[in-house]
Each structure stands twice: as structure tokens, then as C-alpha cells.
């Protein structure tokens, strides 16, 4: 009996945990689904011819970034960066988690994070969901010292991190591979059974509260298996080539902007700003905001033709934007995170490919969770990802091929994974910002 209502504890300490991880991501789901709307006006997506009020939506960010960068370099600090290079640090070196986790940094985030999506910027979301869902653990464990007492620091946060994931796309087991994948390096029942727990919770109050079960649509294509791997291997090589190139470049990015956003925030915004608001006049929209509404309206048949160029060049120079805008965004500093646009960067190649070869719903899957496994190296993870978005179990041997020769090229290419190489340029130490903006 005891030992009954020892586990029967636990797994409500489990359950609250995960309500509480869905909480704290609801209101990033909620900007995202606001910043759709914002982005929906644009001609890319309405149809419309360019207005007053579009135009000034558009020229957002030459006002926002500057604002962002000047808000991280003084006082919004801590909520500066991804925000799962600032959770892996906490996971692997308890006595920064201090710093690095709690109310302060996730609000700190938010608001920047906040700022940047309502103003277009091409980024996504799971950087800071996977640091506010470790947050609310620490906070926890801070608050309750014996909370799941069963579970170390460290097993805690990336359990808890890779619950962000589930709520913040209502996708329970990606947050669970995540853990494993790329948290832990290893898939341990000692860790799996509690973030299913977690990330099951976390993710049915994403469901309540608004986030759909395919949030991009169902791909409503089935073509045979042989099909499916023959297309996969030239989808996989070219979005792993892509996928490594972003990461590689995002990396060199972030290294070199490091200190400049901060000794010249000013200077180094307006540019950023300017090149951004260029992209989305360019683009007609196109190149905006994360990309998921971009994906939507490619599954839904609607070509991703930007406002300058139609039909394939005009996929070709989305794919562009595409790619560039991500690069420049998160190497700035500002909040964000990498999965959303490698999936729709992606999604542009592989549909591009496939309306060459009379096949682009086909090509357009392969190459979404290809462009993901590209720039992450995380293939399983990418494989979950794509079936849960876009509803296409229908294509798992492709994706399953697709995904590991994009890793296996990108690895070629990219010594360490994306998000440890970022975790590795968070931790080293910034020298004291000098000069005036």
C-alpha cells in the first residue's frame, strides 16, 4: 500500500509539473497564432495588392530590431539567445542555473521573443519553450526541495526542457526524443517514463488551450513505398547539404555578431532591420515570421510564390530568404529558435524539387523533416516532428530515409550539432562591451 501511494504521488508531482510547463508556453503559442494573423494580411497570403497599413506591417522590423538588440545589450540581458543553449548549460553546470533559468529569464525572453515574432521576424519558438518549461522546474525544486526527488538536477531540467517542446507544439513524444537525443545522449526508462508523464500533460493543455494536432494541415498524399525511398535519397542529400550549410553559417554568424551586438547594437540593427524589411517586401510576406503559415499554404496546394517573382523562381528565391533571414535573426541574439524555419526551408526545396519531377506534395514532406535532420542532426526527432505537424504517417519509410541521409550529410559537413556548437559560443566569455551605439 505504501509503495501504491508512493507512485501514485509521484506521478501526480509528474502531472503538475507538465500542467504547469503547458502553462508557461501558452502565451508563446498565442503570439504565434497572432503573428500568423499579422503575417496573413500581407500580399503573399491575401491575394491583396499592397496597402498602407501592409506596408507599414512590413517595415516592422526596422524599428524592432534595433529595439531588440538595444534591450538585450542593457536591460532584458538574460533573456538574450535561444534559450536551450542556456538550458543545456544549466543541465550540465547546476551552479549557473541560477542565472540562466527562472522568472527573470523567461520573462526577460519573452518579451523579446514576443517583440520579434509580432514584428515578422523569420524565427520560431522552441529555443525559449524548452528554457521557460526547464524554468518552471527549477523553479519548482527550488520553491519544494524533494519535489520528484527521485529525479537528479539535471534529469529534472532536460525532462522538464523537453516537455517545453510538447507544449509549445503539442507534440508529447518529440519532447521525450529530445530528451534522449540530444539532451542525455541516451534513451534511459529512468528518464523516458517520467517525460512521457510530463510531456503528455504539457501538451493535452497546449491541445485545450488552441494548439491543433496537425498544426500545419495532412498531407494527402500515399505513394508507394519504393516511390517514397527513391525520392528520398536526392530530397535527404540536397535538404542535408542546406541543413548543414544554414547551421554552418549560423554558427560563424553568431560567433563574429557576438560582441558586435553589443558594442554596436544601434549600427548593426538598423542594417538587420533594413535587410529584413527589404526580404518581406521582396517576398510579399513570404519570408516572414516562422514559416508555418508559409507550410500551411503549401500543403494546401497554394504555391509559396513570392510577390516579385512567380512560380519556380519565385520558390527558388523563397528558399533564399528563407534561409538567409533565420541566419541574420538568431545570429543577432534575439530569442528564437531553428526548427520551424529549417522545416519550412525545407519544405520550399523539397517542393521545388518535386514540382520538377511532377511529385511536389511528395517532395514538399521529404524535404521539410529532411531540412529539419539537416540542420539539427537530431533524425528521429525531426522524423516525430514532421508526422506530428503535417499529419503524413502515411510517408514514414521515406521520411525515415530522408531524415537519416540528411543527418549523415550534414554531419559530414558540421563537425558538432547545431545546438551544442550555440551552447558552446553561449558559454564562452563575452568581454566588456566598449564604445557607444
Not at 151 to 156: I, K, M, P, T
Not at 243 to 251: C, I, K
Request: charged share 10%; hydrophobic share 55%; net charge neutral.
Amino acid at each position: 500500500m505504501t509503495e501504491v501511494k508512493a507512485l501514485l504521488q509521484r506521478l501526480g508531482q509528474l502531472a503538475l509539473l507538465g500542467l504547469l510547463v503547458g502553462l508557461v508556453c501558452w502565451p508563446f503559442n498565442l503570439l504565434d497564432r497572432w503573428a500568423d494573423q499579422l503575417l496573413q494580411l500581407l500580399p503573399a497570403f491575401s491575394g491583396e495588392p499592397w496597402s498602407v497599413l501592409t506596408v507599414g506591417l512590413a517595415c516592422s522590423p526596422l524599428v524592432a530590431v534595433p529595439v531588440l538588440l538595444l534591450l538585450q545589450r542593457q536591460r532584458f540581458s538574460r533573456g538574450r539567445g535561444s534559450g536551450i543553449p542556456q538550458a543545456m548549460t544549466s543541465i550540465e553546470h547546476p551552479e549557473q542555473a541560477g542565472a540562466l533559468l527562472g522568472l527573470v529569464p523567461s520573462l526577460q525572453r519573452l518579451v523579446l521573443w514576443g517583440l520579434a515574432t509580432m514584428t515578422l521576424l523569420p524565427l520560431g519558438r522552441e529555443g525559449p519553450v524548452v528554457q521557460v518549461g526547464a524554468s518552471a522546474a527549477y523553479w519548482l525544486r527550488r520553491a519544494f526541495p524533494r519535489w520528484i526527488s527521485r529525479l537528479s538536477h539535471a534529469d529534472l531540467l532536460a525532462v522538464a526542457g523537453g516537455a517545453g517542446l510538447a507544449g509549445g507544439f503539442n507534440t508529447p513524444l518529440l519532447g521525450v526524443v529530445f530528451v534522449a537525443e540530444e539532451f542525455m545522449g541516451t534513451f534511459s526508462t529512468a528518464l523516458i517514463w517520467p517525460a512521457l508523464v510530463i510531456g503528455a500533460l504539457a501538451a493535452a493543455f497546449s491541445s485545450v488551450v488552441g494548439q491543433p494536432e496537425f498544426a500545419l494541415g495532412i498531407v494527402g498524399v500515399a505513394p508507394e513505398e519504393l516511390i517514397q525511398l527513391l525520392w528520398a535519397l536526392p530530397v535527404g542529400v540536397m535538404a542535408g547539404l542546406l541543413g548543414a550549410l544554414f547551421a554552418r553559417v549560423l554558427l560563424r554568424v553568431t560567433r563574429r555578431w557576438r560582441l558586435l551586438s553589443q558594442r554596436r547594437p544601434l549600427r548593426l540593427g538598423l542594417v538587420l532591420g533594413a535587410v529584413l524589411t527589404l526580404f518581406l517586401l521582396l517576398s510579399g510576406g513570404a519570408a516572414g515570421c516562422d514559416g508555418e503559415l508559409l507550410m500551411t499554404h503549401m500543403i494546401e496546394g497554394v504555391s509559396p510564390t513570392t510577390w516579385a517573382l512567380p512560380g519556380l523562381f519565385g520558390d527558388l528565391f523563397t528558399l533564399v530568404l528563407r534561409v538567409v533571414g533565420p541566419v541574420l535573426t538568431l545570429g543577432s541574439g534575439i530569442p528564437g529558435g531553428l526548427i520551424d524555419p529549417s522545416f519550412a526551408f525545407g519544405a520550399v526545396l523539397g517542393h521545388s524539387m518535386g514540382v520538377v519531377g511532377s511529385a511536389p506534395e511528395l517532395g514538399l514532406t521529404l524535404g521539410m523533416v529532411a531540412g529539419l535532420a539537416g540542420a539539427t542532426q537530431l533524425p528521429v526527432m525531426a522524423v516525430l516532428f514532421g508526422i506530428r505537424m503535417a499529419g503524413d504517417q502515411q510517408l514514414l519509410p521515406g521520411l525515415l530515409l530522408a531524415s537519416v541521409l540528411a543527418a549523415c550529410v550534414s554531419r559530414l559537413v558540421v563537425d558538432k550539432p547545431v545546438y551544442h556548437a550555440l551552447k558552446d559560443i553561449a558559454d564562452e566569455p563575452l568581454p566588456e562591451a566598449a564604445g557607444r551605439s
